[in-house]
């Protein structure tokens, strides 16, 4: 089966920017496909799986689609959705609650 091509979203060079900026480490890894997080994110000695969406699209357009959800209901572990550069800033300064379980959008 082909895969296709991951969509990139319009802010992710924007968040990966601000969370680099802070000193973060960014492992792009929107290309893994199977529903698997945008990003993987190191700071101070943690490690962060982040889904970026699009903050400035319809909220319709920001929810997981059907593949991402499954990855997020079966993962164990943190797993987080961000819509713009503050809320990537806030799950790694440790300013937001993190969700064990997919965000409901």
Same mark, same amino acid.
């Given at each position: ?8 979203? @319009?802010? @992710?060079?924007?968040? =990966?920017? @601000? ?10 890894? =929107? ?9 993987? *994110? ?30 997020? =209901? ?13 809320? @990537?800033?806030? *799950? ?10 997919? =965000?409901?959008?």
């Amino acid at each position: 089966m082909t895969r296709l091509a991951a969509k990139t979203d @319009a802010n @992710a060079k924007e968040i =990966d920017k @601000a969370l680099l900026a802070l000193g973060a480490s960014v492992a792009k890894t =929107d290309g893994v496909g199977g529903g698997f997080p945008d990003r993987v *994110v190191g700071f101070n000695g943690k490690n962060y799986l982040i889904e970026y969406k699009d903050g400035s699209k319809p909220p319709s357009k920001q929810r997981l689609n059907e593949q991402q959800r499954r990855w997020h =209901d079966k993962w164990q572990g943190q797993v987080v959705v961000v819509r713009n550069p503050r809320e @990537a800033l806030e *799950v790694v300064l440790g300013l937001r609650i993190l969700k064990m379980k997919s =965000d409901p959008t």
